[in-house]
């Protein structure tokens, strides 16, 4: 178990394909905006920032999914995302995805787990 684990939210907060919660974390020594989502029964997360230029994607607050509800898309460039692995799907991400956060599903909850180490 990850000793500096934090809570996001509860389990039952995050829908398949439905609002995200915003969240932030330490990234790299700077207070950054990030996102969780539920996308086939798992929860993943990611920074809230586009992979095209930094600008945070959800185009009405925690609305990260498309209309389909099949990927998360940028509000802004129209920049489609696997939401299983934060994968450039199209748009002008031009092949540069989502950075993925390490989230753990446990006792109805959802934690953030940075690792140990920093990068």
């Given at each position: 178990m990850v000793?500096?684990?934090?809570l996001i939210?509860r389990?039952?907060?995050?829908?398949d394909?439905?609002?995200?919660?915003?969240?932030t974390?330490?990234?790299?020594g700077?207070?950054?905006?990030?996102f969780?989502?539920?996308f086939?029964?798992?929860?993943?997360?990611y920074?809230n920032r586009?992979?095209?230029?930094?600008?945070e994607?959800d185009?009405?607050?925690?609305?990260?999914?498309?209309?389909?509800?099949?990927?998360?898309?940028?509000?802004?460039?129209?920049a489609i995302?696997?939401?299983?692995d934060g994968?450039?799907?199209?748009?002008?991400?031009?092949?540069?995805?989502l950075t993925?956060?390490?989230?753990?599903?446990?006792d109805g909850?959802i934690?953030?787990t940075?690792?140990e180490?920093k990068?």
């Amino acid at each position: 178990m990850v000793t500096n684990a934090r809570l996001i939210c509860r389990a039952a907060d995050l829908t398949d394909g439905g609002p995200g919660v915003r969240f932030t974390v330490d990234w790299r020594g700077t207070e950054e905006a990030a996102f969780a989502v539920r996308f086939q029964g798992r929860a993943f997360a990611y920074l809230n920032r586009c992979g095209h230029v930094p600008v945070e994607l959800d185009w009405q607050e925690n609305e990260f999914f498309d209309d389909s509800k099949l990927y998360l898309m940028c509000a802004t460039h129209g920049a489609i995302y696997s939401p299983q692995d934060g994968r450039c799907l199209g748009g002008r991400c031009n092949g540069r995805g989502l950075t993925p956060l390490p989230v753990e599903e446990r006792d109805g909850e959802i934690h953030f787990t940075p690792s140990e180490q920093k990068s």
